[in-house]
């Protein structure tokens, strides 16, 4: 059997963009790279030890999901986003979420749905102790669920695209308006709009829910 060189390249290429685009990820997220702060590649790419082209196709992917942004002659830089955005993201989301809600309360059968929302709380809960990424993918991960069990793919990617922007909406007004948001109680009151099987609660809730979330980021930055 021959072994095709080039490809095993490319599958080392592949994880090093992986591990660097995760890295830069992390960091954004958690506010380790601060909105605002320019991208130097030559700085980046020794800090992560891969080569600038790698680490140039890790942050055109994170240009693409809205993490990093383009300004005056291309520089890169963390996306800082504004009070209105802020709102914006979350209008959007309780458009997405509120319909994910109210599919899954509509079910006739809810019951793995209901099971899998709510193990998703408890592993938030499990975090909680945690650091701070751990606890961002948590709840993520819960909002990410919602949208997929629907089984609505539209629906699924919409919210993935938009992504990128929910995790530089989390810390917007500091670590401890994050957590505020990250609260378990409210996220078990979706959980139980679900099972209740009304729709129109289901979605209510969530649209509260994404307007408690962003009101506690805007008026945190006020």
């Known amino acids: 059997m021959s072994v095709d060189a080039p490809s095993l390249l490319r599958l080392e290429k592949t994880s090093l963009r992986q591990q660097a685009l995760t890295a830069l990820r992390r960091a954004i997220t958690t506010g380790q790279l601060t909105p605002g702060t320019h991208l130097v590649e030559t700085e980046l790419s020794e800090a992560l030890q891969i080569s600038r082209g790698t680490l140039r196709e890790a942050m055109r992917q994170l240009q693409q999901e809205g993490l990093i942004s383009a300004g005056a002659r291309g520089r890169l830089s ?10 914006d993201i979350f209008a959007v989301r309780a458009a997405l979420e509120s319909l994910a809600a109210q599919c899954l309360a509509e ?3 809810r019951t793995s749905a209901v099971a899998e929302l709510s193990k998703a709380v408890d592993d938030m809960d499990r ?3 945690s650091n ?4 961002i993918e948590a709840d993520l991960r819960f909002h990410r669920t919602m949208c997929h069990l629907t089984g609505n793919e539209t629906l699924l990617h919409q919210w993935l695209s938009l992504e990128g922007s929910i995790r530089m909406s989390i810390m917007f007004a500091g670590v401890d308006r994050a957590l505020k948001n990250m609260d378990t109680k409210r996220h078990f009151e979706i959980v139980d709009a679900i099972e209740s099987g009304d729709g129109r609660l289901a979605a209510a809730t969530v649209r509260d829910h994404m307007d408690g979330a962003a009101s506690v980021l805007v008026d945190g930055a006020a």
Request: glycine share 0%.
């Open 132 to 135: 701070l990424e751990d606890r």
């Open 127 to 129: 975090w909680a102790a």
């Open 78 to 87: 963390v996306r800082h986003l504004d009070t209105k955005e802020i709102r």
């Open 107 to 109: 079910l006739p059968d």
